[in-house]
């Protein structure tokens, strides 16, 4: 049984997450929309195809453009947020529009190449886990110097953690450190002992921001640190109007090289239409999160360019356990079976999202390409799933309520589900609510007050991070039904398993227990996450579904 601190974890990941495709549905056709012949389920699939190649394409080419030295014909990046996070560390920076903060004004411990599908730490030379799997050693790199003018140090990773624990609700993360145990050899050199082996330690560090220990102590680890974090980082906030506007400027002996542009400003912009005008006005340089008609606009004009940032958001129907008739296997199959994934994809997302063939995404770890053509998941087949309804006791009809955040795409993917569900007598009941009022009732102390859910979940590197993680557990209450605690044993037998190999091997494990006894979810649908900007904008990198500035510049 999960720990109750994991639901915190639930709160802050699906906020992380929430914005993703929040904005993403569906409308109606418009002059800036290009022409394209539809497929016969009603969605652009030619002119999907057609953007996300483009994309991924401009993608590759920003990267092949970032070089040592670059400088920039423009000194100001100004990019657009919804809200205003209040402090900066990911336990504020709970909406993706805020992204290019998270990775300018704090720096990670840890990070994961996509290319080589391995971790790596920027401020590291090197480490290597202990032979009993119960600690590591790093090497620093050498004279890192952070924005208060010392040099990065073990001490100042090991006040990274205590701060990491203290002030983010992901701190739990890193429970599995024994501070205590904590041997510093030299100025670069020190060891970082585990209570129990962590096989997906990795994951766990790569969310680890890092902290001068001596500014941190300075303010006696005070959360108003947060508000101009001094770390090793590549700016630092110099200009904060609360709700209006926050201004970063560049640390010239950022460790990594001097980054091209001076400084950088995130302007509040609350309504995203205005938001996307502004970009198109050159008001703003960079939006996060474009709506699907909006990234059909960016397609086609001239001057402004799009990247997609990779294929790494679920989005998933919960059954909650805690529904007499959920916790029966049956009932979740035939709910599985009445699904249509494409008609949603095409009629909620405009087609630019891929059918889920399996509850992991491309990009995570133990993912197998045979799904593309030989999914787990069935096709929907409303005959069996009304027998199996029958079976279970529940011929007669059924409702069900269904709790979901009021944006454009949850509000037309209930609507499509609506009907889907109603051909095997499921009627759905929908409460469709601010986000604040959804979490307030998923992770209420009265598991009863829904029976399903819509919600996403970022999945990439170890899925680990992704599918052992609250969202899905909290929400849906798999313990309550007869599968549970089998589900339970085999994600600890992942997170005590060190060797990737037989991680992977374990993830198929997860893979055929959740479609022969499990189904506690239905993915829906992997979804992306594009990014608009002007079409000199380049030279940036992409982390897992974050884009760092660091080296970026305008052409």
Request: net charge negative.
């Amino acid at each position: 049984m999960k720990s109750k601190k994991i639901l915190v974890f639930a709160l802050i990941l699906t906020m992380i997450a929430t914005l993703i495709l929040s904005s993403c549905g569906n409308s109606s056709s418009s002059e800036d929309t290009p022409a394209t012949d539809s497929d016969s389920s009603g969605g652009n699939s030619d002119l999907a195809a057609q953007i996300i190649a483009s994309a991924q394409d401009y993608m590759k080419l920003a990267q092949s453009e970032m070089k040592d030295g670059a400088t920039s014909s423009k000194d100001t990046l100004v990019f657009a947020a919804v809200t205003d996070p209040g402090r900066i560390d990911l336990g504020s920076l709970l909406e993706f529009t805020q992204y290019p903060f998270a990775t300018m004004c704090v720096e990670y411990f840890m990070r994961y190449d996509f290319e080589k599908a391995e971790f790596y730490s920027p401020v590291c030379d090197s480490y290597e886990t202990d032979e009993d799997n119960m600690g590591v050693t790093f090497h620093l790199t050498p004279n890192i110097k952070m924005n208060d003018g010392n040099i990065l140090e073990p001490s100042d990773v090991v006040a990274s953690i205590e701060a990491f624990r203290t002030h983010n609700g992901l701190g739990w993360q890193l429970d599995f450190v024994d501070l205590d145990q904590t041997t510093i050899t030299d100025s670069t050199t020190f060891n970082l002992r585990f209570k129990e082996v962590n096989g997906v330690w990795e994951s766990g560090f790569q969310m680890l921001t890092l902290v001068s220990g001596k500014a941190y102590e300075a303010v006696n680890g005070d959360v108003s640190f947060f508000q101009a974090p001094i770390g090793p980082q590549a700016y630092d906030v110099t200009d904060w109007v609360s709700g209006d506007h926050i201004t970063v400027t560049r640390f010239d002996d950022y460790y990594r090289g001097t980054p091209p542009i001076k400084t950088v400003t995130m302007e509040i912009i609350s309504d995203r239409t205005a938001a996307f005008m502004a970009l198109q006005n050159g008001d703003i340089d960079l939006l996060w999160n474009i709506s699907a008609d909006q990234v059909q606009t960016v397609y086609a004009e001239d001057n402004l360019e799009q990247v997609v940032m990779g294929e790494n958001m679920s989005i998933w129907l919960g059954m909650n356990s805690a529904n007499e008739a959920l916790s029966d296997f049956r009932v979740r199959k035939a709910i599985f079976l009445a699904i249509d994934r494409q008609e949603i994809i095409d009629g909620a997302y405009d087609g630019l999202a891929y059918p889920a063939n399996s509850v992991l995404t491309r990009e995570a770890l133990g993912y197998n390409t045979s799904y593309d053509t030989d999914p787990i998941f069935p096709d929907q087949n409303i005959e069996e799933a009304q027998a199996l309804l029958d079976d279970a006791g529940y011929g007669d009809g059924l409702t069900l309520r269904i709790l979901a955040e009021s944006t454009i795409n949850f509000q037309l993917v209930t609507e499509l589900l609506s009907a889907q569900l109603e051909q095997i007598g499921i009627t759905l009941d929908a409460e469709l609510t601010d986000y604040a009022t959804m979490n307030a009732k998923m992770f209420g102390e009265d598991a009863t007050a829904y029976d399903m859910t819509l919600f996403l979940c970022q999945d990439s590197d170890d899925a680990i991070s992704t599918l052992d993680n609250p969202m899905l557990f909290g929400a849906t209450h798999p313990e309550l039904s007869e599968a549970g605690d089998g589900w339970y044993a085999l994600w600890d037998e992942i997170r005590a398993t060190p060797d990737t190999d037989e991680r992977i091997k374990l993830y198929e494990d997860v893979q055929t227990y959740f479609a022969e006894e499990g189904l506690f979810w239905v993915p829906l649908a992997v979804g992306q996450t594009y990014v608009a900007f002007d079409k000199d904008l380049t030279g940036f990198r992409r982390n897992g579904f974050m884009l760092y500035f660091e080296g970026a510049y305008f052409r």
